[in-house]
């Protein structure tokens, strides 16, 4: 069952230029996408492609004069700003990119534990959490500050784990960690998917996610365009659809670091047709004239014209 879908999401932010001048800048444009139950969805792109915006979309944290357009379903039903102010830290739950999110001046047992009537139970639930991550009973005493950066992702896991989270978001969950660290984390989501979870995985690391999601959606230039099985990401790249999805994929070391040339454009400088063409090997005129349509093609999808 698809705990979240997304479907041909628009997003507009006005920004505000030197003067008094505003400006309507489309930052998203036409994201899809799709996270099972007991799945993991890995969004993977460059950075500015649109991927926090997307987290903060679905979870109703956008800046107030953003305006949204498309489909953001969570089990089935239209996700309401009313709907995601209920779930949220509930049954969704963001493991962000920063430990700048635990409140400083509180001690960490607490925050996690949360307001709760029952608060014994919620206790034992807390103390669970933390020796499942292998953080000491001594820590829940501890504020933010004395926690190792390592300390306190595991405590924002383990507040994920007791808040009975349905989908779990995790924004770029490990930037900074040694390898072990940035393996640990993503076993330890991978665990939550395994026991029922949807997981929405936010990350540059390719390489990294693979080894946890099941599916892995390419975001250009606030496009998505392609989704696609983690292990269509093998070999020479044969499997992919997208050309942009290849050069992502040729651009590891282990594939030997063959850079594409070019750089993503910003929201701005988008060109009409395919957001990729001007970078694309393949492109014809039909890409510089139109976008091409998302289209189902071999157990994925995919936006291109030329794909086969
Ligand atoms: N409040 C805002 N107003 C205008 N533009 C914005 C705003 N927030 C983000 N953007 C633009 O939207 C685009 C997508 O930003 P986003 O933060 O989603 O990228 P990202 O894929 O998460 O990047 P990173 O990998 O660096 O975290 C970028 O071009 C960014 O400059
Ligand atoms: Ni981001």
Redesign the pocket.
């Known amino acids: 069952m698809a705990i979240l879908e997304v479907r041909g999401l628009e997003l507009t932010?006005?920004?505000s230029m030197r003067g008094f001048r505003r400006q309507e800048?489309k930052?998203?444009d036409g994201l899809d996408l799709q996270v099972e139950a007991a799945g993991i969805t890995a969004v993977v792109?460059?950075?500015?492609?649109?991927?926090?915006?997307?987290a903060?979309a679905v979870l109703g944290i956008l800046?107030e004069e953003a305006k949204l357009e498309g489909e953001l379903l969570y089990k089935g039903e239209p996700l309401t700003l009313q709907r995601q102010e209920e779930l949220r830290g509930r049954e969704i739950v963001l493991v962000p990119?920063s430990v700048s999110y635990l409140n400083p001046t509180m001690r960490v047992g607490r925050q996690v534990r949360g307001v709760h009537l029952d608060k014994e139970k919620q206790r034992v639930k807390q103390r669970q959490a933390f020796a499942r991550y292998g953080l000491s009973q001594e820590t829940e005493r501890l504020y933010p500050f004395e926690l190792s950066g390592g300390m306190a992702r595991r405590v924002l896991l383990a507040a994920a784990t007791i808040s009975e989270a349905q989908l779990i978001i995790a924004?770029?969950p490990t930037p900074g960690l040694p390898q072990e660290g940035v393996q640990e984390a993503l076993n330890h989501l991978r665990e939550l998917a395994d026991e029922g979870s949807g997981v929405l995985l936010?990350t540059?690391d390719i390489a990294a996610a693979l080894t946890v999601a099941d599916r892995i959606v390419v975001?250009y230039a606030?496009t998505s365009v392609e989704a696609a099985r983690a292990s269509d990401f093998a070999g020479g790249g044969e499997a992919l659809r997208h050309p942009y999805s290849r050069a992502l994929w040729q651009a590891l070391p282990q594939n030997g670091f063959q850079t594409l040339p070019g750089v993503q454009p910003?929201?701005h400088e988008r060109p009409q047709g395919c957001h990729f063409a001007p970078r694309c090997p393949m492109a014809t005129e039909e890409c510089a004239a139109a976008r091409p349509n998302r289209r189902e093609l071999r157990g994925g999808w995919v936006r291109c014209f030329h794909a086969t």
């Open positions: 932010l006005t920004r800048v930052v998203l792109g460059a950075s500015g492609s649109g991927k926090s915006l997307l903060h800046p990119q924004d770029e936010i540059h975001f606030g910003l929201p």
